[in-house]
């Protein structure tokens, strides 16, 4: 999860009523597959100067980019002058999943002289891959030679 704080700020005197706005959030690269999304009136009342929400995000064992969604608030108060700024903030979802890519098996085995081929294979042993992944790999000689 992650705490957003909205502030108020009086510029001539205090706050001596409630004032009310609305919180919002957008998708931009993150969807409601990755958080909660927020339609939310938020009132703050007379003095009260900063209200903290928390915002649900979803685990998931994906490897993914990070991806990102907008908070904007809008006012819902015709009865006083309320300036919103800034009124759009960007969340940051940083991905915290790890895969393990690794051989089917420990050793393969080939018949010498043989025209056969010898298929190897690797796979995802932990995780989810959720984008394209480069494995690398190359031979060294053991007791044989290439």
């Known amino acids: 999860n992650v705490t957003v704080c909205i502030n108020v700020t009086v510029i001539n005197g205090t706050l001596l009523r409630e004032v009310n706005v609305t919180l919002s959030s957008f998708d ?38 990070d991806e990102d969604f907008l908070l904007t608030l809008t006012t819902t108060d015709d009865n006083i002058n309320v300036t919103l700024s800034p009124n759009e903030t960007r969340v940051i979802i940083m991905n915290d999943d790890t895969v393990t890519i690794g051989f089917n098996q420990s050793s393969y085995n080939a018949t010498e002289g043989s025209d056969t081929s010898v298929e190897v294979c690797t796979s995802v042993l932990n ?19 290439s």
Not at 35 to 60: G, H, K
Not at 128 to 145: C, K, M, S, Y
């Open 127 to 145: 995780g989810i891959l959720g984008r394209n992944v480069t494995v690398t790999f190359f031979t060294t000689d053991g007791t044989a030679t």
């Open 28 to 65: 931009v690269s993150a969807t409601t597959e990755d958080y909660t999304a927020i339609a939310e009136n938020v009132t703050f009342p007379e003095n009260e100067t900063q209200i903290c929400l928390d915002v649900m995000l979803s685990d998931d064992d994906i490897l993914e980019e």
